[in-house]
């Protein structure tokens, strides 16, 4: 998955999370909680969200790595490889 | 014959706005239905009835304003139903702009075809822009209805009338008034969550993100349970004195993202196992977010409860919602130096916050309050 597809999933993923969130304005770098106000209930809602579309069953102890744009990007860029 | 009128939805609340009616003359309702959606304050709130019967008249009319007592709608009976076959008399709406009764003499002009149609359906009609006599009506009498015309747009569930600005004056009142009135005790207490959150990560291993638990899943459980045990925390004070709840309804304090702050309760927390409260939490705190809220929800909270998460402070100091006589403040999860069986180990531990009203209680038993939770959050297995 490129940065720009992953972006793409994470902002549909979000828009039924959070509607007001304006992902275009944070950096790959950005903690996407920090950045969009996200609580433990919408970083499930954004996991399950991104299980549902990939298929991976991204275990808890992988959360770490899915706390950015970038992170994630990584995290399911590996995977098709 | 009843009168179905606008609920109360926070001490703070003077009038709503009727947005639309969900149900029509003739319908049969049950107690718990929703059968029409208010905007206030705290955004557009589904109304539910009280009672079972059949649905006599809609008074008020969609858009308007509707003060705190007044008449919605007349609900029959389930035995007097039969009473609703004929066509009822016109009442006369009492907040909304009279309109001509049905009587022959006084049928005006524009109605000469006579077509018969709900308030609600003549303001889509409206908005529509469709003719009301190309339609056939299939309510009472021929009535034209909601149901005989199309959709609108999609349902918006965030009313373009909602107002930060009114939730924060909604918020002023009912805190003031807090603070005024009721004289607040604080206790704190600073538990290992260690052995509830290890359970967690053990039933969650199993399993695929939706059916996760979170930390306030079981915090909640806990404190539920402690609550039903301790129950002269748990209700209102009202008229100089405590009247217990008759079951425990925590309200669950969500921020709103575009500011503000709303407690929906969930009834009977402490009969909910883990499974059934995690599933209770994600709707509650998506409904708050998106103001699908309904009005029990608001009003029948017998206790609070604030969980400051992952990226809250690591303790809280809360401020009760009045009538209620205590709330409950439950921190960030930390991980400290903690003394277990002699040496010191890094341990996750909680600050738990009780705010009591010292009219209805003393220290003593807000103090047994935290030692039952601390107590059931060390035994986590049996959550």
């Known amino acids: 998955m490129t940065p720009s597809e992953t972006k793409r999933l994470v902002a549909e993923i979000l828009a039924a999370i959070a509607p007001e969130a304006d992902i275009s304005a944070v950096a790959g770098d950005a903690d996407l909680r ?29 959360y770490p790595r899915l706390f950015t744009l970038d992170g994630i990007a990584g995290y399911f860029g590996a995977a098709a490889d | 014959m009843t009168v179905f009128r ?62 705190v ?51 609600a359906a003549r303001r889509r009609a409206a908005a529509l822009g469709i003719a009301l006599e190309r339609l ?22 965030v009313p373009a009338g909602f107002d930060p600005a009114a939730m924060r004056a909604a918020i002023a009142a009912a805190m003031s008034r807090s603070k005024r009135e009721i004289p607040h005790y604080y206790l704190s207490e600073t538990v290992d969550v260690s052995a ?3 359970r ?21 459980r806990a404190a539920a349970l402690a609550i039903a045990a301790t129950p002269e925390v748990n209700g209102w004070w009202e008229d ?83 009538p209620q006589v205590a709330m409950l403040g439950i921190g960030r999860i930390v991980v400290r130096p903690w003394v277990v069986d002699g040496t010191v180990q890094p341990r996750q531990v909680v600050t738990l916050t009780l705010a009591g009203d010292h009219r209805a209680t003393d220290g003593h038993v807000g103090g047994l309050l935290l030692t039952r939770l601390a107590a059931l959050l060390a035994d986590a297995e049996r959550l």
């Open chain 2, 196 to 198: 509830a959150l290890d």
């Open chain 2, 69 to 119: 007592g007044a008449p919605l709608a007349e609900i029959a009976a389930e035995g007097a139903a039969a009473e609703v076959a004929p066509a009822p008399p016109t009442p006369q709406p009492a907040v909304t702009p009279p309109k001509a009764p049905a009587g022959p003499t006084a049928a005006p002009p524009p109605q000469a075809g006579r077509v018969r149609v709900t308030p």
């Open chain 2, 240 to 322: 100089g004195r405590f009247r217990a709840a008759d079951g425990v309804h925590v309200g669950w304090a969500v921020a709103l993202r575009g500011g503000g702050l709303i407690a929906p309760a969930i009834r009977d927390a402490d009969r909910l196992a883990l499974d059934p409260l995690m599933a209770a939490l994600r709707d509650l705190v998506q409904r708050a977010r998106g103001f699908a809220l309904r009005g029990s929800e608001l009003t029948s909270a017998s206790i609070t409860i604030t969980n400051l998460g992952e990226r809250g402070a690591a303790s809280v100091l809360p401020v009760i919602h009045p």
């Open chain 1, 34 to 62: 920090e950045a969009l106000d996200l609580d433990s209930i919408d970083f499930l809602n954004l996991v399950t969200g991104l299980h549902e579309r990939t298929g991976r069953p991204i275990p808890e102890a992988d």
């Open chain 2, 200 to 220: 967690l990560t053990r039933i969650n291993a199993e399993r695929d993100p939706p059916a996760r638990l979170l930390p306030a899943a079981i915090l909640l």
């Open chain 2, 6 to 67: 606008m609920p109360s939805l926070g001490a703070d609340m003077e009038s709503g706005t009727l947005v639309e009616w969900l149900v029509r003359p003739g319908d049969r309702v049950k107690r718990g239905d929703v059968v029409a959606v208010v905007e206030t304050a705290k955004g557009a709130i589904e109304i539910e009835v009280f009672q079972d019967g059949v649905v006599r008249a809609l008074i008020a009319e969609p858009g308007a304003v509707v003060p």
């Open chain 2, 136 to 157: 056939r009506g299939t309510g009472v009498d021929g009535a034209i209805c909601l149901a005989d015309l199309p959709s609108p747009a999609p349902p918006k569930r």
